[in-house]
């Protein structure tokens, strides 16, 4: 199915984009010259993760029903086509 390849490759996108993120959040820690701002690096890496988890999720969850509305009418499509007269 072509929604099924649409998720996958949406969620290995997501994926790749947050352990690039990752990596970029360890290189920005090891940065830091004192505790303080290790505190305020490793907040603001969390912020943005959250945030961008919540944008992934979200984008996630309207492809993966675009797909599964698109999935279910062909194959309504498809009974009908086959079994007319019974829906």
């Avoid at 994926?15 to 993120?21: D, K, L, P, Q, T």
């Avoid at 919540?54 to 009974?79: C, D, H, P, W």
Wanted: no cysteine; hydrophobic share 35%; glycine share 8%.
């Amino acid at each position: 199915f072509k929604g099924g390849e649409t998720l996958a490759k949406k969620a290995y996108d997501n994926y790749i984009s947050n352990v690039a993120a990752s990596f970029d959040g360890v290189k920005a820690l090891n940065k830091t010259a004192d505790l303080p701002e290790f505190y305020k690096v490793a907040t603001s890496n969390i912020a943005s993760a959250t945030e961008r988890y919540s944008e992934q999720a979200k984008g996630f969850s309207e492809l993966a029903s675009k797909v599964l509305k698109e999935t279910g009418e062909a194959g309504r499509q498809a009974y009908t086509k086959t079994f007319p007269g019974t829906v």
